[in-house]
C-alpha cells in the first residue's frame, strides 16, 4: 500500500497504527527512511507513546556497536535507512534471523525521495530484502508513504516490485497558505556578454528571513546549495547584527539593515506595525512585533538550546549530553525553567527601561570604545557586522543566533543540534537545503521562503506544507532564481496551480546499478534461476556480464560470489562514484565534513571558497588521492563556481522519430567531463570578478541521453538569414536543459548538455541532453517521450524573456563551460520552430 498525501496529513498515524499492532502480535517491523534525522525523530515519537511491547531502536551509521546485538536481539521495530539496509543488515541476514523470520512490516517513509539512481538502487535494495525474507519465510507488507506524487501506485510498483494500493485522498484539515511568486529586480550589474543580472534569489531570501525573524514570524527559507543555505544564514544574521547594534541602548535607531525594498514596510522594533498589514499576507502571529516586549524577550533570552550555549554544553560536564537517548526524547526538559523565565521577563512592562537604568547597560554605553566581538563560536565569521561591546546584553548579541544553517552533510551532533533549537525557538530562522524536506519534523513554522524551483510541483506543495502550525494560515514564497526555469514558472502560474504533480522517475533495470546489486544477492545467498524475475527483465543479460567479469561464478547450484572483497561495497548508492572527500581544516586537522568525489571537482577544488555552518573557508588543496580538502578559514567577497568542458560521442540509438523537420533520438552515450577552471563571482551581487584556471583530471560517464538533429536543407535557409547556428543550438541547448525538469522529476544539475553546429557522430547539427549519472537515471528517457512538451516550453521561455540577447533568465547557463559563447537567442527560437513544426 503507498499512502500518498500532503505534508502533515497523518500519513505517520495510517502507518504507526497497523506497525505497532504488528509489535503486540508478536511480530516486527523495519521502518526505512532516507536520513538518520528523520530516523531520530519517529524513534523519539514512538517512545512518547510509551508502550512497553514495543521495543523500538535506530539502527544506523550513529549506533554504537556494544548496541547493536541488543538491537539486533531484542528490538521489534527497527527504524534504519538504505545505506545500513544494504550494508549492514542484509550481508548479515543470518544475525538477523530471528527479527526477519517475525517480520511483518516494512514501512517505507517519504519515499518519494527515492528518485533517479539512488531511487534506482534502494528499488533493488528492497528486492534483496523481499528474498532474504523469503528465505526466512516470511512475506512482510509493505507500507509506503509518499509526499503527494502522480501516479503513486505504478511508482511503488517500481520501487518494491509488488503490486500496489494507493491511498491519495488527503482529507486533513488545512489553514489556507497565500502563495507570493517573487522575481528579483534586474540589477545594474552585467554579466556575461553584457547581459543584465537579476539580484539573486539568495540575497532576497536572507533579506526576507531576516525581516521575517525580527518579526517573531518563525520561518524556513529552503535553498538550493548548501552553499546558497549557508550564505543566506549568513547574510541573514549580519542584518540582525546590525538591527541588534542599531537598537542597542541608550539610542535606538531604525535598523539599516532593513532598508531594501521589500513591497511592505518592515516591523521594526521601534516602528511597530502590524504584522497583517499586507493584503493578502495572513496575520502570521497572534502576538506579533508590536509588543514592544517581544524585544526585550530576545535580548532577555539566553536560551540553552542555542548553538553557542550547545556547543558550552557538550563539555565535558555533560558527555552523556548528545548520546542519551533520553536527551532526545525530551528536547525540552533542559531548558524548561529557562523557558519560565524568559515568558516572565516578556510580560515585565518595567523591562525595557530596567536595561537602560541598568549599571552594566551605562557601562556597555561607556565602554563602546572597548569593543570585542561576541563570544558565539560563528559571530567573526559574519562580515562586517559591528561588534557589541561584550558587557551589554547578551541577549542582543545573540540576536544573530536566532538564524542557522542546516544541510545534510553536517556531522550527526551538528544536525541534531540544530534540530532541538529549532524546535525549542531558540532559532527563530533556519536556511536549509532540502535535507529537511527529508521529512525531520518541524512544526509550529509560520512561514517558508523557497530561494529557487525545488525543482518539482510535489516538492514545492511539500515544502509550502511546512508552514501553518494547528490549522492556521500560512505563507510560502517562491522566490525565482535568474534561470529559464524559475522565471517561465514566476510568469507562467498556469504552470504551478491546477496542475497534477510529477511521477517519480527511477529505472531499477539500469545495469549499472542492478549489477552491483546481484553480486551483493548473491553474496548474501546465492542466486537461483527462481531469483531472477524478482529483479526484473534485465537480469539474465547483466548475470552474464557480471559471469564474464569474474565477477560472479555460474555454477549448477546458481550464481555465487567467490571474490574476497565485500560485494556491497560494488553499489554506491548515493550515486557518489567513489570514496567520500574528507574536508579538514589544515590548521587545527579538525574534519569539517565531506562531500562525494564527482562533486568534489566542483565544490571543493582548490582555490574554492567553501562554507561550514556559517563559516567560509578557502581550499588550500583537493588532494583527490588522498581524498582530503585542505581548507582554511577565510572571509573574501566573492563566492565561486566550477566550470567545465565537456565531449559526447554516440555509443548506441535506442530508439528514434521523426519531429519537425528533423529527428529525436535516445540511447547510451559517453561523456567526457573535465573542470578546466572557476570563476569568481562577488557575494550578493553576483558581478563576476574574474576566471581561475585548474588542472583537474577529466571524469568519463557511460550514460542515457535524448538528441535531436536537423538536416542541412532545414538549417541552411537559417544561415543564410543571418543566424549563427552553433550559438542558436547553444542556446536551445541551455533552455532545454533548463525546462527538463518540469518534465523529468530532476533538477538541472542531474542533467547535461552538449551541442554543436556539426557533431561527428550524426554529421548534423545536433543537441543532446543526458543524464549526468553513470548509466543513466530515467531523465533523458522522459525527455524523449515528453519531447513535444519539453521543447515547446523550452521555445515559449526564451521567447517570452524580457532581455534583447539573452540572460541567466533564458538562454545563459550558470555552468556553461563555454562561458556562455556563442549564444544567439533569436536564432534558438527559429531552430525550435523549425524542429516543432509539423512538415
Ligand atoms: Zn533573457
Ligand atoms: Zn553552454
Known sequence: MIISTGTASGKSLAYLTPAIASCLDGGTVLYLTPTKALAADQLRGLRELRIAQVRAACFDGDTPFEERTWVRQHANYVLTNPDMLHRGILPRHAQWSSFLRRLRMVVVDECHGYRGVFGSHVAQILRRLRRACARYSSHPTFLLASATASEPGAFAMRLTGLEMDEVTVDASPKGSTTIALWEPPLTELRGEGGAPVRRTATAEAADLLADLVLADVRTLAFIRSRRGAETVALSARAKLADVAFSISPPFPTPPAATTHT????????????????????????????????????LRSSRDPQDPQSLQERRSPQNPQDLRNPQDLQNPQDS????????????????????????????????????????????????????????????????????????????????????????????????????????????????????????????????????????????????????????????????????????????????????????????????????????????????????????LLRRRPGGWFWTRRERATDLADIRGGGGAPIQV????????????????????????????????????????????????????????????????????????????????????????????????????????????????????????????????????????????????????????????????????????????????????????????????????????????????????????????????????????????????????AVRLLDTLLSPQ
Open 262 to 297: 521589500p513591497p511592505t514596510p518592515l516591523p521594526t522594533p521601534t516602528n511597530v506595525p502590524t504584522p497583517a498589514r499586507t493584503s493578502g499576507t495572513p496575520n502570521l502571529t497572534p502576538e506579533g512585533p508590536q509588543d514592544p516586549h517581544k524585544l526585550q524577550d
Open 335 to 550: 531548558q524548561g525553567a529557562q523557558n519560565q523565565q524568559d515568558s516572565q521577563g516578556a510580560q515585565n512592562p518595567q523591562s525595557q527601561r530596567d536595561l537602560r537604568n541598568d549599571p552594566q547597560s551605562v557601562q556597555a554605553q561607556q565602554g563602546q570604545q572597548d569593543i570585542i566581538a561576541p563570544q558565539s563560536p560563528l559571530s567573526w565569521a559574519i562580515p562586517d557586522a559591528p561588534h557589541l561591546p561584550s558587557s551589554l546584553d547578551s541577549g542582543l548579541a545573540d540576536l544573530p543566533n536566532k538564524i542557522a544553517a542546516y544541510r545534510a552533510g553536517y556531522l550527526a551532533e551538528d544536525r541534531r543540534l540544530l534540530e532541538k533549537a529549532l524546535r525549542a525557538g531558540t532559532i527563530m530562522g533556519l536556511a536549509t537545503t532540502n535535507a529537511l524536506e527529508l521529512g525531520v519534523d518541524v512544526s509550529g513554522l509560520d512561514a517558508v521562503l523557497i530561494a529557487g524551483w525545488p525543482g518539482t510541483r510535489a516538492s514545492l506543495w511539500q515544502q509550502a506544507g511546512r508552514a501553518g502550525r494547528d490549522g492556521q494560515d500560512a505563507l510560502a514564497v517562491l522566490i525565482a532564481r535568474d534561470d529559464p526555469l524559475d522565471t517561465y514558472l514566476v510568469h507562467h502560474p498556469q504552470a504551478l496551480f491546477g496542475q497534477p504533480v510529477e511521477a517519480i522517475v527511477l529505472d531499477p533495470g539500469n545495469p549499472y546499478v542492478l549489477g552491483p546489486h546481484l553480486c551483493a544477492a548473491a553474496a548474501e545467498i546465492p542466486l537461483t534461476e527462481d531469483d531472477l524475475p524478482i529483479f526484473g527483465p534485465t537480469t539474465p543479460d547483466v548475470l552474464a556480464d557480471l559471469v564474464a567479469q569474474n
Open 584 to 827: 579538514v581544516e589544515s590548521s587545527t586537522g579538525r574534519l569539517l565534513g565531506s562531500v562525494d568525489e564527482p562533486s568534489a571537482h566542483t565544490t571543493v577544488h582548490t582555490g574554492a571558497i567553501y562554507l561550514h555552518q556559517g563559516e567560509t573557508f578557502l581550499v588550500e588543496l583537493l588532494d583527490l588521492e588522498a581524498g582530503v580538502a585542505l581548507v582554511s578559514s577565510a572571509n573574501p567577497d566573492y563566492t565561486t563556481f566550477a566550470r567545465d568542458i565537456t565531449d559526447i560521442s554516440i555509443l548506441s540509438t535506442e530508439r528514434s522519430t521523426a519531429l519537425g523537420s528533423g529527428t529525436l533520438h535516445f540511447g547510451e552515450v559517453e561523456v567526457t567531463r573535465q573542470v578546466v577552471s572557476y570563476l569568481k563571482r562577488r557575494l550578493q551581487s553576483g558581478e563576476m570578478l574574474g576566471d581561475e584556471p585548474l588542472e583537474l583530471p577529466p571524469r568519463t560517464l557511460r550514460t542515457r541521453a535524448v538528441w535531436w538533429t536537423l538536416p542541412a536543407s532545414a538549417v541552411a535557409p537559417l544561415a543564410e538569414a543571418g543566424i549563427d547556428l552553433g550559438g542558436a543550438a547553444h542556446a536551445a541547448e541551455h533552455a532545454s536543459i533548463g525546462l527538463l525538469p518540469l518534465f523529468a522529476t530532476c533538477d538541472r544539475w542531474d542533467i547535461g548538455g552538449v551541442s554543436t553546429e556539426l557533431h561527428a557522430d550524426t554529421g548534423l547539427l545536433t543537441v543532446f541532453v543526458y543524464d549526468g549519472h553513470e548509466g543513466g537515471a530515467g531523465f533523458a528517457e522522459r525527455g524523449y517521450a515528453r519531447a513535444t512538451d519539453w521543447l515547446t516550453a523550452t521555445r515559449e521561455a526564451i521567447l517570452s524573456c524580457e532581455c534583447e540577447r539573452g540572460c541567466p533568465s533564458c538562454i545563459q547557463s550558470p555552468k556553461c563551460g563555454n562561458g556562455n559563447e556563442p549564444l544567439h537567442k533569436r536564432g
